[in-house]
């Protein structure tokens, strides 16, 4: 695992890689999107309003695979101390945050047709909006920690904890849901279409390359900056160290 | 006595009202305050203040909760406490511990005799009152050791109570949940519920609180 701890050798493979999975990923989910929208056939209950459906399901893995990424960076840095595993987690948080936010949204926009509301207090959304409340408390915590020069094992710490608490808080909010009204919507389609089927997964594959290289770009920005900040600090060292050698002489 | 017992006599009198850490009676009145201004805000028609009030109250519980946080651990930290203790040998998971078991002492006790003005103004009834304060007996541990957690987190950074605000609240929605859920459903799991929440994050409190003081030492 150490083999990529020299941020010399994860740069020179992130450079390359991080616009391969981002093109890769665009064209993938592009071209699922466009065969939802164009090609798919209209579902039979819910009609052209299922095409969301290639947008909101991949974002809605994605906005729980972000806090799992984060929470296996945690891990990896609280464990093992990997140098490059708080910048891996600090970078999972706002790609995580936005999809869970896309997600909430198409959700919302999809709910209006289907169900005639903007929203309802149905568990999966309620657990993502509260999802969404700990991305912005992981996000707001580690930029507190950068702004101070704090440890990084805090957010880390943050992050596991969430981790923990994210099974039982989607299992509470089911409980409560049940209790407060009758679930009035199942997802009653356990079988999906393969026509249906296909687009999904190919959508879920490229937009899960785009929340890789747009993790690895923000790492390369973070590492960026703390070589920025090096450099700096660096120069003005060895300007006063001149400046001192220039009065001597 | 040993030295966890004066650890915990000392935090006592720095959270306790009264005690110089400015351990005060203000989360209370302000728990008083949010359960007075609710029947303000939806009209003062008896039914509705008895149906919902429970769920103000633990609202209000919440919000009093999250008050105390930035005074919990900040300053021992700054003086360099938890650094003597450890030279001592008083780990600092222990002394998290301690802290947690003073932290609640100080806030439930309080907070439990708080709910009865509070279920008066709100108009609650005998029963509703007895399952809101079985609740909060349930889940103030949990709340405690979320605040302790979340208060050790954030010693060393100089947050407000916005951002202590915003970690707490999610995490502390399952409490919530069961806690004001077994109102609605009296004879339902809620309360058991709460309660092994709580006893959950009781234990791992300690070592969450331990860790995020230690990373604050080192840096």
Same mark, same amino acid.
């Given at each position: 695992m150490h083999a990529f701890a020299n941020p010399k050798r994860f740069l020179s493979l992130a450079r390359w890689l991080t616009p391969l999975l981002l093109v890769s990923g665009l064209l993938l989910a592009g071209a699922a999107l466009l065969y939802g929208l164009l090609w798919a056939p209209a579902e039979r209950l819910q009609g052209d309003s299922v095409r969301i459906l290639f947008l909101h399901v991949p974002t809605a893995w994605l906005a729980m695979g972000g806090w799992s990424a984060i929470a296996i960076s945690s891990l990896v840095e609280l464990v093992w101390r990997h140098p490059l595993a708080s910048l891996?987690?600090?970078?999972?948080?706002?790609?995580?945050?936005?999809?869970?936010?896309?997600?909430?949204?198409?959700?919302s926009l999809w709910g209006r047709p289907a169900w005639g509301t903007w929203w309802v207090w149905d568990g999966r959304l309620t657990s993502m909006l509260v999802l969404l409340f700990l991305y912005f408390g992981y996000i707001a915590l580690a930029q507190a920690v950068d702004r101070e020069g704090a440890s990084s094992r805090i957010p880390a710490i943050f992050g596991l904890v969430g981790a923990i608490n994210i099974p039982i808080i989607h299992y509470s909010v089911i409980w409560w849901n049940s209790l407060h009204q009758p679930p009035s919507i199942t997802a009653g389609k356990s079988a999906m279409s393969p026509e249906f089927l296909i687009p999904l997964l190919v959508a879920t594959f490229g937009f899960s390359l785009i929340f890789g290289g747009v993790v690895l770009a923000r790492m390369r920005a973070l590492l960026a900056e703390i070589q920025a900040e090096a450099r700096l600090r660096r120069k003005a060292l060895g300007d006063s160290a001149s400046r001192g050698r220039g009065v001597t002489a | 006595m040993s030295a966890l017992g004066k650890l915990l006599l000392r935090d006592l009198a720095l959270l306790l009202p009264g005690g110089k850490r400015g351990g005060s009676l203000l989360p209370f009145l302000f728990f008083l305050a949010v359960a007075m201004l609710f029947p303000f805000a939806v009209g003062p028609d008896a039914p509705l203040l008895a149906r919902t009030g429970g769920g103000v109250v633990w609202v209000a519980a919440l919000l009093a909760a999250i008050l105390p946080l930035d005074r919990l651990v900040a300053p021992d930290l700054e003086l360099g406490i938890f650094d003597q203790l450890h030279l001592r040998g008083v780990s600092e998971? &222990?002394?998290?511990?301690?802290?947690?078991?003073?932290?609640?002492?100080?806030?439930?006790?309080?907070?439990?005799? &708080?709910?009865?003005p509070a279920a008066a103004l709100l108009g609650l009834e005998g029963e509703t009152v007895r399952i809101l304060l079985l609740g909060l007996l349930a889940g103030t541990p949990g709340l405690a050791a979320l605040g302790l957690m979340i208060a050790a987190m954030t010693a060393g950074l100089r947050v407000g109570a916005a951002l202590t605000g915003l970690l707490l609240i999610p995490m502390a929605v399952p409490i919530l949940i069961f806690g004001a859920g077994a109102l609605a459903q009296p004879e339902g799991a809620?309360?058991?519920l709460a309660g092994a929440i709580s006893l959950l994050l009781v234990a791992a409190t300690p070592f969450a609180a331990g860790a995020a003081i230690r990373a604050a030492r080192e840096g």
């Open positions: 891996a987690a600090r970078a999972s948080a706002v790609p995580g945050a936005v999809f869970t936010a896309i997600c909430l949204a198409t959700g | 998971e &222990a002394a998290m511990a301690v802290r947690l078991l003073a932290h609640w002492l100080s806030f439930a006790p309080l907070l439990l005799l &708080a709910t009865l809620g309360l058991g």
